[in-house]
Each structure stands twice: as C-alpha cells, then as structure tokens.
C-alpha cells in the first residue's frame, strides 16, 4: 500500500483545514487507518483513527471534538477534517495503514502500523 497526504497548509489559530491521504491497491477497505503528527523536537503522537467498516473511531483527548476522521472505500482515500485549530497542532501529519483482523477494530499505536505516508505539515498562526 502506497500512501500520499496532502491538504496541509498555513492557517490561523480557530481556522480549518481537511488532510487526504490517497492509498494505491485494491484492498483500501480491509485496513484500519489512522493519523499521527509528529511537532519538532517532539515524538510522534496518534491523532484519528478508524476501522476498515468505517463504523468505530477513536481520538485522542486533545483533538476530540475538533478532528474527525473518515473514509470513503471507493475511492481509496481517509481525511482528517481539523477544526478550531490552535499553535499546539503545528506538525507534520502523517497518515497511516494496518492490517486489522476486525473489520470493526481501530488501531491506536505507530507500532500498529506497517504502511505510511510522507507527511503534509500544517502550521497554526497564533
């Protein structure tokens, strides 16, 4: 699987912006997807994540209620819509797919992962 993100981008603090990640192959649908960011200096954290089904979804306690993740299987691509951005969600995003032996699981952790994209930086303008 082949992963490019995009949709990153200079906003001011409040604004809004939507991430993509198209994936290559035919199997999008059978992998949990997930978004990671990782700010300089800082390790990379889990931001979204959501099951091959579409059904389950999880955020950490420091985006929910301002990102939401979603996929469409048809056409191969998972996003990530910010809201309310502030300063603290400057980084570079990441995208990310793994095999999940559940339709209905999410993976939350980078080691949960095998496949990743090459990251669209965001940067939040107080």
């Known amino acids: 699987v082949q992963l490019q993100a995009s949709g990153g981008g200079l906003v001011q603090a409040g604004g809004s912006l939507r991430l993509s990640c198209a994936a290559s192959?035919?199997?999008?649908?059978?992998?949990?997807m997930g978004w990671f960011r990782q700010a300089p200096g800082k390790e990379r954290e889990f931001v979204a994540a959501?099951?091959?089904?579409?059904?389950?979804?999880r955020y950490p306690d420091s985006v929910k209620g301002r990102f939401t993740i979603s996929r469409d299987n048809a056409k191969n691509t998972v996003y990530l819509q910010m809201y309310s951005l502030k300063p603290e969600d400057t980084a570079v995003y990441y995208c990310?797919?793994?095999?999940?032996?559940?339709?209905?699981?999410?993976?939350?952790?980078?080691?949960?992962?095998?496949?990743w994209g090459q990251g669209t930086l965001v940067t939040v303008s107080s």
């Open positions: 959501i099951s091959p089904s579409d059904t389950n979804t």
């Open positions: 192959g035919r199997t999008f649908s059978s992998y949990a």
């Open positions: 990310a797919a793994g095999s999940a032996p559940y339709t209905f699981l999410v993976l939350t952790t980078i080691s949960d992962y095998e496949y």
